[in-house]
T-cell receptor
Framework: KNEVEQSPQNLTAQEGEFITINCSYS?????LHWLQQHPGGGIVSLFM???GKKKHGRLIATINIQEKHSSLHITASHPRDSAVYIC???????????FGTGTRLKVLA | DAGITQSPRHKVTETGTPVTLRCHQT?????MYWYRQDPGHGLRLIHY???????DKGEVSDGYSVSRSKTEDFLLTLESATSSQTSVYFC???????????????FGPGTRLTVL
């Protein structure tokens, strides 16, 4: 069993829909990261969370440390949000990360 | 983008040949990483470096070696490439975004390597 699990693996939505991507982890973490990988391959960091909630534009990330679970929400989705979203956790006392396999999102116009 | 470049961006090579990938950063970050990305797997750590000449193995280090003789350059070498090393390779650095006081990773654009 992977230490970082994401769901769903694939998601297709219509433009304007509210989207939720989930990440569960089974290890102790120093922080949780959400990354976005566009079809061209580049990877960018969206959020780093150690508690609570963060918001940037239409993106909202939450984390529940007790339940070892994080969600990434996209409000008013748009075709340009189409990408692979990757959850990663930092391991305490190290600079190593464990990555989920990603959620492939496609938003249709 | 934290000033990270990778070279080459694409490479096709034959089994048994040596290959070196270069990661270059311009901002003197201490921590640098090499990952590979394959379908059905998350990014997997090959090696990382925590300073000049200081490196350590990741979870998929077999068949790979690294060197860091300068802060700005982190080299990944496949001594004798195999078809199982066909992958997309990403370099990353650990940075503290200014004013935030936390660490996050910034990724290079990736190198697509095909071993025939």
């Amino acid at each position: 069993k992977n230490e970082v699990e994401q769901s769903p693996q694939n998601l297709t939505a219509q433009e304007g829909e509210f989207i939720t991507i989930n990440c569960s982890y089974s290890v102790g973490i120093s922080a949780l990261h959400w990354l976005q990988q566009h079809p061209g391959g580049g990877i960018v960091s969206l959020f780093m969370l150690s508690s609570g909630k963060k918001k940037h534009g239409r993106l909202i990330a939450t984390i529940n440390i007790q339940e070892k679970h994080s969600s990434l929400h996209i409000t008013a989705s748009h075709p340009r949000d189409s990408a692979v979203y990757i959850c990663a956790v930092g391991t305490p006392g190290t600079y190593k990360y464990i990555f989920g396999t990603g959620t492939r999102l496609k938003v249709l116009a | 983008d934290a000033g990270i470049t990778q070279s080459p961006r694409h490479k096709v090579t034959e089994t048994g040949t040596p290959v070196t990938l270069r990661c270059h950063q311009t901002e003197n970050h201490r921590y640098m990483y090499w990952y590979r990305q394959d379908p059905g797997h998350g990014l997997r750590l090959i090696h990382y470096s925590y300073g000049v000449k200081d490196t350590d193995k990741g979870e998929v280090s077999d068949g790979y070696s690294v060197s860091r003789s300068k802060t700005e350059d982190f080299l990944l070498t496949l001594e004798s490439a195999t078809s199982s090393q066909t992958s997309v390779y990403f370099c990353a650095i650990e940075a503290t975004p200014s004013g935030v006081g936390t660490d996050t990773q910034y990724f290079g654009p990736g190198t697509r390597l095909t071993v025939l």
